[in-house]
């Protein structure tokens, strides 16, 4: 397999697993709390290398207890960090997640703190060059623009993981080979009334290789600009849906670089995003590879 990097959001999250959301201005007791990564393609980034795919973060930490922690998270997965800014006198991007055992669903507070925006170093950019994928998620968006186009022009794939409707989408957008956005995005960007017709629209405005719009419980649609195909959600208990999303993403950039057609990768991001739900913590709870094969069979379906 090559090598993914990506640039965007690293959070430290901090997990607090609650009976059901609490209602304003009372008080409740939590089951458990604990500290963890996240941040759409730094979480991605650690589901490729949980599935053994060569992985580095690009972008800019600080050196206080969030950054130290997000740095060690990285090492405990074989994320590499060589060309990590580090910063001093910095607040890191952080995150509070409410996981209700009620609903199985989350509610996050952030604060995205006051690091500067990452500035790429022609070290940075080598690193870029020397992949085969490049990940992006509309953070850090001007250096995220000008890497996808370095990216673009030196033969690697870039993957946009659009999670989020931000200023200037449209720029990275333009330098996207893998358009993998959540069917809100879709809608609320193309003004399109359903997921076909937004597929079709992006595709037109944009043309990149592939559309794939994740649709949560109802799996989702992949367009290549010939015919639209729907992919299915995986059978998972699901105890824990926070960052089902990223790990979908870095799922699709592992089979990317396996040699997968971009219909088996949403088949196999998808079942890995469904195994990663049947345990707590976005990163922790990813699967290997083998574990998604032999799920995946039981399942009707053989990589």
Known sequence: MGRIVGIGACVMDTLVNVPRYPTEDTKLRATSSKPAGGG?????????????????????????????????????????????????????????????AETTSRTCVFDKGDLPPLSLSEEQKAAIAGAELLMVDGNEMDAAVEAAKFARENGVKVLYDCGGLYDGVERLLAHTDIMIPSEEFALGHTGAKTAEEAAKALFDRYHPEVIVITQGKRGGILYDGVQVVSYPIYPAVVVDSNGSGDVFHGAFANAVTRGYDYEKCCHFSSAVSGLKCTGVGARESVPDFDTVKSYMKENGYDL
Do not use: C, M
Request: hydrophobic residues 45%.
């Open 40 to 100: 759409p393609v730094a979480t991605g980034l650690v589901a490729a290398a949980k599935l053994g795919a060569e992985a580095e973060y690009i972008g800019v930490l600080s050196d206080d207890n969030g950054g130290r922690f997000l740095l060690q998270d990285f090492a405990k997965y074989g994320v590499k960090t060589d060309h990590v800014d580090i910063v001093s006198g910095k607040r890191s991007f952080t995150s509070v997640i409410w996981l209700s």
